[in-house]
């Protein structure tokens, strides 16, 4: 029988994208037989190898920061606070002093959570094999177990382990020995799945702390029958912030990147229907939708989608600067909305006399450009 291995990442609060990618997994009726996780990846693939996805979802959708670490729950500060790296400086300050005074940031809250949606009898008779990794403190000696390797009544404890991520977080004592988050030694753990006979590799990597060996995804793509790495091109959020609005914002871009991976819709930082769209038209599509900051969680019917660029497109202001010299000048004059406007109307003016028509104006502003001849093609009015 050949086996699928569901990879996943480290991550803290992006690991909603991974319950996404579950999702569409089970939707496509695709079997898994070996799961190996880091930190919050653990997490996730402990309810994934005890098939419990509906508790998942469920428990993802209510997260919050408090919920998950103990730190002091924030209220907005008002003008003065603002955003580091995705966190408020309030939220970072909470951090702060958790790390400062109490070596992180304690987890009695997510070992609630490991201790009430985690059945380690489940786990252990599944047919699923799951293993994780977790870091040795202060020797960083790295533990790669399945859970035949971990005495019984132990699993929860180093589900926990794996997602101690020190220093934000305290190190999680095991036996008198410390240990620390798995990403310190493999944030997306492609060879445990290897060694275990994975044929086919569905990994999904969430772009955060953590140590990624290249060397082993490498290896796994010419060795294994299939490597399928996934990850967003959205911005997923900082890794401590937990919230309820982004959550299932990103449970929803994990599964449409995994239908789109497997070929169920079209598109790559949007979804399309699959088969509306060439591949030129997709790329037009595509630019515009950015450029025009479409909502990026419906999957679009190729008439939706128009009517709703064409609402967007109606609600940009028309370019205020028109002594527009050269493509560099409409790039350093104009915002990328805008601009596609100009070039729109350029390109419909003077069609091939138009100076976006060269080669350098295209390769100075292809996405703009893009956008342009697709708003000109699918006769979504230009109003400048």
Not at 286 to 295: N, Y
Request: proline share 4%; hydrophobic share 45%.
């Amino acid at each position: 029988m050949r086996k699928n291995a569901f990879v996943l990442s480290g991550g803290g609060s992006r690991g909603g994208y991974e319950i996404g990618v579950w999702q569409a997994l089970r939707e496509l009726g695709i079997p898994i037989h070996i799961i190996t996780g880091a930190s919050v990846g653990a997490l996730n693939g402990a309810m994934a190898a005890q098939n419990d996805f509906e508790l998942a979802l469920r428990l993802w959708k209510e997260l919050e920061t408090h919920m998950i670490f103990d730190v002091e729950e924030t209220q907005d500060a008002g003008l003065f606070d603002f955003d580091i790296g995705g966190m408020t400086a309030s939220e970072a300050a909470a951090y702060a002093k958790e790390i400062l005074f109490n070596g992180g940031a304690g987890t009695s809250g997510l070992e609630a959570i490991v201790k009430n949606y985690v059945s380690e009898e489940k786990i252990r008779k599944s047919a699923v094999e799951f293993g994780v990794v977790t870091v040795e403190f202060p020797s960083l000696r790295p533990h790669y177990l399945f859970t035949e390797d971990i005495p019984v009544g132990k699993l929860p404890d180093y589900i926990l382990a794996s997602a101690a991520c020190f220093p934000a977080v305290q190190a999680k004592e095991i036996d008198g020995v410390r240990y620390i988050d798995g990403g310190y030694a493999d944030v997306m753990p492609v060879e445990l799945a290897m060694k275990r006979g994975a044929d086919n590799i569905i990994a999904v990597h969430l772009e955060a702390a953590g140590f990624v060996r290249e060397d082993t995804i490498q290896f796994a793509e010419k060795a294994a029958d299939s490597m399928r790495l996934i990850k967003s091109k959205w911005d997923l959020g900082n890794f401590l912030v937990f919230s309820k609005a982004n959550t299932r914002r990103i449970i929803r871009l994990g599964y449409l990147d995994a239908m789109k991976s497997f070929g169920a819709f079209d598109g790559e930082k949007y979804t399309f229907a699959k088969g509306k769209w060439n591949h030129h038209q997709l790329s037009g599509a595509e630019a515009a939708a950015e450029i025009f900051h479409l909502d990026p969680l419906p999957i679009y019917q190729s008439d939706v989608f128009l009517e709703s660029l064409a609402h967007a497109v109606r609600k940009t202001p028309a370019p205020d600067i028109w002594d527009i010299h050269s493509p560099e000048d409409a790039r350093d004059k104009l915002n990328p909305a805008t601009l596609t406007l100009y070039i729109g109307r350029d390109l419909k003016k003077k069609e091939a006399e138009s100076v976006f028509t060269s080669r350098n104006a295209f390769k100075l502003l292809k996405t703009e450009i893009l956008a342009a001849n697709f708003l000109l093609q699918n006769s979504i009015p230009i109003e400048i």
